[in-house]
């Protein structure tokens, strides 16, 4: 028997174990990339899944910190053998775990959360901002058909284009571009003070995204505006969409998440939010994670980030 | 504690007596939940939802279910046990008078005759074992605890999270929302060994010891201290998985002990 009230993600299978840190290096300003040996997390775990890091044997801090899967990595013969993840120096455990070196030991428990769905897309465009852009390598790949992840691995239908719009305070913190141009999508790039891209807010490059795909014609930040399509009969709940096929997924700041949601349901845009919650546990005992999720009378409630999420459709989110 | 136990160690019965309760064992997870500090409260459905749809799962998991409970007011302490009564699944009930994040919840911890108060009428409302969790935000938890005992209670429980804040210098801001909040985990744990102490030496009926147990150090700390069993709340937040092995390492730590029994361990410290 499960409980009737359990979320489809609940932590019954995720393993926690004492793993061993093979990589910990920079990949731009207060920003590292961590690698860990953990095969039975990495042949289960999908994008935007993440799982909880813990200094092995120190209380101090106390608890663990949820950090979003970046990549597996694959052995020779092609077995996912290890975990990426990307983090910003921010707080005690972040700091620590910058110094960090191959060989050391870190507590780890997941995989957590129930990640992106494999929802079909033709034009998937991932929208990241800060150090949001985390969960996005390992998802570009599996829309590309260039990986896949799950045991059993998850089926997820080729996307004909994926593109990232991707900004940060300045040039100094964009960590991974080199990973995501790697993969051959598009990355266009935004700054806070213009030391990269464009100069402005990554919305920005999420309205030139949209306007150039409408138009398919060069659009400049001066002559790109949103049109929300006419509706046919009215009614808003026909999803006719100016943009078949193009679904929005978004990690970031709430503020830039929330501007996010509200041009992709203006453009009647399929869109899911990867939320970043204070999280104690992880596993939905603490009750710490919750953010106000709208049910379908309207009505929100709080519901826990890391077992009923990280990842809900961006309508249903009381900002 | 890594030494291993002597290899002609007869069985340990890890038993405990609660009173009219009797479980399995003596390691317990806690309600609700270096240390914790929180402001979150009790997020839950209510009484009709728990009963609905929780504690017919929790009756198939293979442990006794307490039902830790909380009410605006005696009044509603009262109820929420009336509505207990009858319902097969719960072993005992458990009332949180004292969580620090439900304001009306402290007062009645917080004064013997109130304490009493809901624990005679809680007693009177159903037939389920009784267990008080107590705040340790009190000058004397001993006298709050005789007060429980001699209102009908058949346990007490202790402690609850300590009063605590954070805050933020630079932006000159509270870090919690409730702006005080409960601390929790490794840091009250000297707190909560004093309270067991205190609380056992004052009362005849079990105690359960709660604050910062992590370790089966910790663990057998509490039961010489006079708890009959513990609580484990914070460190599930950190350790996932270890309670079970807490479980699996009591054994060896009662045998150190020459214990055949949890019980001949509970309230044995020597105070020279």
């Known amino acids: ?319 | 504690m890594t030494t291993p136990p002597p290899a002609d160690s007869a069985p340990v019965d890890l038993s405990v007596q609660l009173g009219r309760l009797r479980l399995p064992n003596p390691i317990l997870v806690a309600s609700g939940t270096a240390g914790m500090l929180n402001s979150i409260g009790l997020d839950n459905d209510g009484i009709d939802a728990f009963l609905e749809h929780h504690l017919p799962y929790l009756a198939t998991v293979g442990a006794p279910t307490i039902v830790s409970i909380a009410g605006r007011d005696c009044d509603e302490f009262i109820a929420i046990c009336a509505q207990l009564e009858g319902h097969a699944g719960a072993a005992a009930v458990e009332l949180n008078i004292s969580c620090p994040n439900v304001s009306h919840g402290v007062d009645l911890g917080t004064d013997p005759a109130l304490c009493a108060k809901v624990v005679a009428g809680c007693r009177a409302a159903c037939s389920l074992p009784i267990i008080a969790k107590l705040t340790p935000n009190v000058t004397n938890i001993a006298t709050i605890a005789k007060a429980a005992a001699d209102a009908g209670a058949d346990a007490i429980s202790a402690i609850n999270t300590c009063l605590g804040m954070a805050i933020d210098w630079r932006r000159r801001r509270p870090l919690l929302g409730n702006v005080v909040g409960g601390l929790s985990g490794p840091a009250i744990k000297p707190i909560a060994l004093r309270a067991v102490y205190q609380i056992a030496r004052a009362v005849k009926i079990p105690v359960i010891g709660i604050g910062g147990i992590a370790t089966i150090d910790d663990v057998m700390e509490f039961l010489v201290a006079g708890a009959t069993a513990v609580q484990i709340g914070t460190a599930n937040f950190y350790n996932p998985q270890g309670t079970m092995a807490l479980l699996d390492q009591l054994p060896a730590a009662l045998a150190m002990l020459g214990a055949k029994s949890v019980a001949d361990v509970v309230g044995t410290l020597v105070v020279p």
Not at chain 1, 116 to 130: D, Q, R, S, W, Y
Not at chain 1, 201 to 211: F, Q, W
Request: some cysteine; hydrophobic content about 40%.
């Open chain 1, 1 to 319: 028997m499960t409980n009737p009230l359990h979320a489809d993600h609940y932590a019954d299978r995720a393993v926690q174990q004492r793993v061993t840190v093979l990589e910990n290096v920079q990949l731009a300003r207060d920003t590292y990339r961590l690698r860990f040996e953990a095969p039975q997390l990495a042949r289960q775990i999908v994008p935007g899944q993440f799982v909880m890091i813990r200094l092995a044997g120190c209380n101090d801090p106390l608890l663990g910190r949820p950090l979003a899967l970046y990549d597996t990595v694959l052995s020779p013969s092609g077995e996912p053998i290890a975990i990426d993840v990307v983090y910003l120096v921010v707080g005690k455990l972040t700091s620590r775990l910058a110094k960090v070196s191959p060989g050391q030991t870190l507590d780890v428990w997941g995989p957590l959360g129930n990640g992106f769905p494999p929802t079909p897309a033709e034009h998937l465009i991932m929208v990241a901002g800060g150090i949001g852009q985390t969960p996005f390598p390992a998802l570009a790949q599996e829309f590309l058909g260039s990986r896949t992840y799950g045991s059993p691995p998850r089926s997820v239908p080729r996307a004909g284009r994926v593109t990232l719009c991707y900004g940060a305070r300045s040039a100094d913190y964009l960590a991974g571009v080199e990973d995501f141009e790697r993969l051959g999508i598009s990355v266009r790039i935004s700054t806070d003070d213009g030391s990269q891209g464009h100069h402005g807010l990554v919305t920005d490059l999420l309205g030139l995204e949209l306007a150039r795909v409408s138009r398919e014609t060069d659009v400049t930040p001066q002559n790109w505006e949103i049109n929300p399509p006419p509706l046919q009969n009215g009614d808003p709940a026909e999803l006719m969409t100016a943009y078949p096929g193009t679904r929005v997924v978004c990690c970031g700041p709430e503020k830039m998440m929330e501007q996010v949601a509200k041009i992709s349901a203006l453009l009647r845009i399929p869109c899911q939010v990867s939320l970043e919650t204070p999280m104690a546990c992880g596993i939905g005992i603490c009750f710490s994670c919750v953010a106000k999720v709208r049910d379908e009378s309207g009505n929100w409630d709080y519901k826990r980030t890391c077992v009923e999420g990280p990842v809900f459709e961006a309508e249903k989110i009381a900002w």
